[in-house]
């Protein structure tokens, strides 16, 4: 006859049953107070709990140093120096940084056990507007507690005009952090004139949204009140909320007129732009060339792109999703009407961007008339440098962009343009000073072959030598 087995814990496992002990059983829904030899401790979690309170502590003691624009001259000097970088850098491109006209986050923050909002400047320098305090102030009242303790992030997107477009990241869970959102979007609306707009995101996996590295996670947004398309200062082009532009926006606004004047460019001559984001710079210099196209693969890049396409007055523009591809590159040129005409080609690469020899060999063989590369990474710069000389490129000129004062982050735009004197050693008409050119001989038809004369010398025998 089958005989229960009486055991509470039948459900343990090897490593339980030969040390660490379990919580007694649930009774009435609820756990036994337990004693504190019950609590299991692993030795790994241990280890990693105490190098994390030694990080932590670290990171108080010495906080990470946030460089100079002095600093920052002397780097980029000695990066010229140190990889031989061809030519001089042009004066610095830059501008005053507004507080006004710059995105601002309040995040939260963990440490231990607490929950803490903090105000992230887009400068160290920077002392917070009234918006932010306002917004602030306004999360640490009591019928907010709720909602407070739900939220992730809220991103202030400036428009480089005064404006804002707010997002709001945040886990609604429940009736009473939904109402808690809606109360907090009324105060933005009735308190807050200079809001445009509201939106709700949320990201998967569930890490905090930043513009700048967006393309590994899956955003969803739900529009409060406003558009989702926000303007960009008084240019008369429009931005994605969730597009990626620079957190200060003074010195990015007059980015397009920097270029212009760097390429002087002529009417008959055609712009690409790759990677572009909301084409701000495509969209600035289409009435400066005959044919525009941008190229991007994220969405809100396609909707403000084809929002400032619409904008324009040449209808000279066209945008295409896709990401910076060999493929698309050699069937995109090789059609007749691309073909044709001196292009330039405008590369803007984030800091974790490479690419690969096949797209440069790629865009080196479709022949433009200028490249134009804008980056922070020092190490990319100089691989791609070495990459476009070795395709017959030139460097022309190195334009040095501190477009966020006081981040600490820089970067370059190099203009390329091709070897036609023959600077690289690579000009046949310049080539006999370095090396030696063996040319091919002349092979006769066989109908000729008669009448080419063969002169034959005999060799003389032992006794015609004798004599």
Same mark, same amino acid.
């Given at each position: ?15 339980? @049953? ?15 107070? $337990?004693?504190?030899?019950? @609590? ?12 994390? %309170? ?6 108080? =003691? ?9 600093? @920052? ?11 031989? !970088? ?7 491109? +830059? ?10 986050? @309040? ?22 507007? %009234? ?45 009473? $952090? ?42 969803? *947004? ?5 558009? %989702? ?29 920097? !270029? ?43 909707? $403000? ?6 904008? =324009? ?41 490479? #690419? ?14 200028? !490249? ?9 710069? +100089? ?15 190195? !334009? ?33 000073? *370095? ?16 009448? #080419? ?5 005999? *060799? ?8």
């Amino acid at each position: 006859m089958y005989k229960k087995q009486n055991n509470r814990f039948s459900g343990r496992t090897a490593s339980n @049953i030969a040390g660490n002990r379990i919580g007694k059983p649930q009774t009435g829904s609820r756990f036994h107070a $337990s004693r504190k030899s019950d @609590i299991r401790r692993d030795d790994k979690f241990k280890e990693l709990n105490e190098k994390q %309170d030694v990080q932590t502590k670290e990171e108080k =003691l010495a906080p990470r140093r946030i460089p100079s624009f002095d600093d @920052i001259k002397t780097q980029v000097g000695a990066w010229l120096k140190n990889d031989r !970088i061809p030519g001089k850098l042009q004066a610095w491109f +830059t501008a005053d940084a507004n507080p006004v006209n710059s995105d601002w986050r @309040i995040v939260k923050e963990y440490r231990g056990v607490q929950e803490i909002l903090t105000i992230d400047a887009p400068s160290h320098d920077m002392k917070p507007i %009234d918006l932010v305090n306002r917004v602030m102030e306004q999360l640490h009242k009591e019928h907010l507690h709720v909602f407070k303790k739900a939220l992730r992030q809220i991103w202030f997107r400036s428009t480089g005009d005064g404006r804002f477009a707010i997002l709001v990241q945040v886990n609604v869970k429940g009736k009473i $952090s939904a109402h808690g959102y809606k109360t907090f979007v009324s105060f933005l609306e009735r308190s807050c004139p200079e809001v445009i707009s509201c939106h709700q995101i949320q990201c998967l996996p569930d890490h905090l949204f930043d513009p700048a590295y967006a393309q590994g996670m899956k955003v969803e *947004s739900k529009c409060s009140f406003g558009n %989702d398309l926000m303007p960009i200062a008084g240019t008369g082009f429009y931005m994605h909320v969730l597009d990626w532009t620079p957190r200060i926006k003074d010195a990015w606004i007059g980015l397009p007129l920097r !270029i212009k004047d760097a390429i002087h460019p002529n009417p008959e001559d055609r712009f690409f732009e790759f990677c572009s984001g909301p084409s701000y710079v495509s969209a600035t210099l289409a009435s400066c060339f005959k044919q525009v196209e941008a190229l991007d693969c994220r969405e809100s890049a396609m909707q $403000s792109s084809k929002a400032n396409i619409r904008n =324009l007055a040449s209808q000279n523009m066209r945008f295409h999703r896709s990401h910076l591809d060999a493929n698309f590159i050699s069937k995109f040129f090789s059609k007749s009407d691309n073909a044709e005409g001196r292009w330039t080609f405008y590369i803007n690469l984030n800091e974790s961007d490479i #690419i690969s020899s096949e797209v440069e060999h790629t865009l080196a063989a479709s022949r433009p008339e200028r !490249i134009l590369l804008q980056t922070g990474n020092l190490e990319t710069a +100089t691989r791609e440098i070495k990459a476009f000389r070795n395709e017959g490129y030139v460097l022309r000129k190195s !334009i040095p962009l501190y477009l966020e004062p006081g981040r600490g982050k820089f970067e370059i735009l190099f203009l390329f343009v091709p070897d036609r004197i023959g600077l690289l050693g690579q000009n046949p008409a310049q080539a006999h000073r *370095s090396r030696n050119i063996q040319r091919p001989k002349e092979r006769p038809m066989r109908a000729n072959t008669s009448d #080419i004369p063969h002169f034959v010398q005999k *060799s003389p025998s032992f006794k015609q030598r004798k004599d």
